[in-house]
């Protein structure tokens, strides 16, 4: 039997309708940016495989690190129990984070940090005997798919089903010159009740990569801070060097209170989340009385394998060759919007660091479900690139180490596809 149709005979795919979707396109190896099926056809990877790969595909460095690790040990339990790679990777990460960071907590996935980061802000106030736990959040945001983290991002076709069990967050608007003022009056007529605002910073992925700019995110964040309301930094997805910038939260000066990271964290290469926060957060949990205690763990958490990724990841991410390639795929990127932002089919283009995103027309019918969205996946992915278009838009955030003659073939295919489709 094929690979194929042993996979449709046992596995249940993630955000996929089973009945109608096409069968899975098999990926027997990888390197650099391309994947390649079992006739060997590359398929250039202009999504990163969800936003997670950052130095391509099997590399090498990390594949030797993670191989190393696994020989001297692939895993121990994490409480009451501790290993040089996990101890290294908070060290290495704290150095490079905003200086008021000061403890890592580790988790298993993007989710989880987010689910961690929640508890670490309600249980803060609980262990003060503060009563304070309504959660500010943005309109479309994305923070992940377990229940805390879907209760804090926004309701749509894809919560639908939980809607009523989901618990209630106060959600705000995207800030604009037109509406910060109110936005900032709004946080102090809630001030009292808020544990804390969760956010994206400066890009909505999963909303369809909406950006909005570092100066009103800083205001709000500054009015955050002056009213007392904890900041959970959301840097699943922006984090290493995605936004061109180590972290999106070094495009402004006040420091969040906690960060999540996961996606780019072991370059894509094994499941890991991380939770960072201050040593104010840390202290309000020490004490004699185990009940305040932060009770929650992962059978895998800091799993030694994933940390050896991550500080792999780390090396080649800390590398003037990789900064050299953000720069260059951020500079690459902007003339490719400026050339093709008069197109009558585009509706807008937007870009920050290595993420560019087109909007294209539709007439009526813009929702996910549009057919427009399948005609673009599949174009592409005849062509070799895969491009997986949230409604009409089109996203490209590639691995760093993408070349120049795969990102233009990537941009002649967009601009094919927009006289073809
Ligand atoms: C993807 C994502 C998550 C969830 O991460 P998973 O590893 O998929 O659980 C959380 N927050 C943001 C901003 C994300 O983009």
Not at 1 to 9: C, E, T
Request: a negative charge.
């Amino acid at each position: 039997m094929s690979l194929v149709n042993r996979d449709l005979s046992v596995v249940w795919h993630p955000y996929t309708q089973m009945k109608t979707a096409l069968p899975p396109i098999p990926i027997v190896r990888g390197e650099g940016a391309c994947l390649y099926d079992e006739n060997g056809k590359c398929y250039i990877d202009a999504v990163s495989s969800w936003w997670v790969n950052i130095h391509g595909h099997a590399n090498p460095y990390i594949a030797e690190k993670v191989a190393e690790q696994l020989r001297k040990l692939e895993h121990v339990i994490f409480a009451g129990f501790t290993h040089e790679p996990a101890v290294e990777l908070a060290e290495r990460l704290l150095k490079i984070l905003p200086g008021n960071q000061a403890k890592i907590f580790y988790s298993d996935n993007g989710s989880t940090a987010v689910e961690v980061a929640i508890k670490m802000c309600l249980q803060y106030w609980h262990n003060q005997g503060i009563q304070r736990t309504k959660i500010l959040a943005f309109k479309n945001a994305y923070h992940g798919d377990t229940f805390g983290a879907m209760a804090v991002s926004g309701r749509s076709a894809f919560t639908a089903a939980f809607d009523s069990l989901l618990f209630e967050v106060e959600f705000i608007d995207l800030p604009d010159e037109s509406n910060i003022e109110g936005l900032k009056s709004h946080i102090s007529s809630l001030k009292s009740e808020l544990a804390c605002f969760i956010f994206e910073p400066l890009v909505q992925g999963s909303a369809g990569m909406i950006m909005y700019e570092a100066r009103y995110l800083e205001q709000l964040m500054a009015h955050c801070r002056q009213e007392g309301v904890l900041m959970i930094d959301d840097e699943v997805f922006t984090g290493f060097g995605r936004t061109g910038k180590r972290f999106a939260c070094d495009h402004v000066t006040i420091q969040p209170d906690i960060m999540c990271f996961s996606k780019g964290l072991t370059g894509g290469t094994m499941a890991m989340g991380l939770t960072t926060c201050t040593q104010q957060i840390y202290d309000a949990f020490l004490s004699e009385d185990k009940l305040k205690t932060l009770f929650h763990g992962h059978s895998y958490t800091a799993n030694p394998v994933a940390c050896s990724a991550a500080l792999a990841s780390m090396d080649i991410f800390m590398d003037s060759s990789t900064v050299d390639n953000i720069k260059r795929i951020e500079d690459s990127h902007r003339q490719f919007g400026l050339k093709i932002k008069g197109h009558s089919r585009i509706r807008t283009v937007r870009q920050t660091g290595t993420i560019i995103a087109m909007e294209w027309e539709t007439g009526t019918n813009t929702s996910y479900f549009s057919s427009l969205r399948d005609r673009l996946y599949q174009y592409f992915l005849d062509a070799g690139i895969i491009l997986r278009p949230l409604g009409n838009i089109i996203y490209i955030l590639p691995p760093y180490c993408i070349t120049n003659e795969q990102l233009n073939y990537i941009y002649n295919k967009i601009e094919t596809a927009l006289e073809e489709i």
